[in-house]
């Protein structure tokens, strides 16, 4: 990696700062950091292993954080953490060979799909369902978690949109608490998901550390002010994020 100009380790990093707040405050920070690293000279399958060392250290930040902050249901996380993560696998294994342009067209209509639930039923996104929120996931919640798990471990970029949508309106969580759990849930998986893509030579360590230094920098700073900005502001940022990540995928810009 030694052809590539020290700039771009520059422009990495602080994009990173932008990708692990967005990450954790709502989700798709993955579609600023893996076009990046391609143009960066990466190779789409292993631009898509590299993020996986930034996403990685970017949740150990926002986790600890949000524990710190009693925000975090640890229990609910550990169950559903079993299918998410078994799913990641699978999609890891999946995403050794990419078929990027159908994958983009089918993320971008789900995107658009959420930006309308979250735009037209806000009190789900905003509001805890008081006595709902069982410890234990029921069989059908496993089941939507192990297929959000697939997809978390094919392609990282959007996938903390989905496990929201499971977590709010599958489950019954606010956005704070729902976007602490995201966080937990995506760390459980992304260390067997990160050695898949390692077995398979497909990390630039290099410029995946550069951009995992952004990224928990981004982490801690969404992490520290998300209960002081409230459900209302995340549920704003995510309808803006939703709008541009799937107008991002469909080609418009």
């Known amino acids: 990696m030694n052809d590539i100009a020290w700039y771009i380790y520059l422009i990495i990093s602080l994009a990173g700062i932008l990708a692990g707040f967005i990450n954790t405050i709502a989700g798709s ?11 960066a000279g990466l190779p789409a399958n292993v631009a898509n292993g590299t993020n996986r060392i930034a996403i990685l250290l970017q949740n150990i930040i926002g986790v600890s954080q949000f524990k710190k902050q009693k925000i975090l249901d640890t229990k609910t996380g550990l169950y559903l953490s079993i ?59 496993i089941i939507i978690f192990f297929f959000i798990g697939i997809y978390g471990g094919f392609i990282q970029a959007g996938v903390g949109f989905f496990l929201l949508s499971g977590l709010v309106l599958g489950i019954g969580y606010d956005l704070l608490k ?69 107008t991002k995928l469909f080609g418009l810009f």
């Open 29 to 39: 920070g993955s579609l600023i950091t893996l076009p990046l690293l391609m143009f």
């Open 83 to 141: 299918p998410t993560t078994v799913g990641a696998l699978i999609g890891a294994f999946i995403a050794i060979d990419i078929d990027e342009r159908m994958m983009k067209l089918s993320i971008g209509v789900l995107l658009i799909i959420m930006f309308f639930l979250v735009l037209f039923q806000p009190d789900k996104w905003v509001k805890e369902k008081a006595g709902s929120i069982k410890a234990k996931p029921s069989i059908v919640q």
């Open 178 to 246: 729902a976007n602490a759990l995201k966080l937990l849930l995506i760390l459980g998986y992304t260390p067997f998901a990160l050695l898949v893509f390692i077995y398979h030579k497909q990390i630039n360590f290099e410029l995946g550390f550069t951009l995992a230094i952004g990224n928990m920098i981004g982490a801690f700073i969404a992490s520290k002010t998300a209960h002081r900005l409230g459900n209302s502001f995340i549920r704003y940022v995510l309808l803006l994020i939703l709008l541009i990540s799937a």
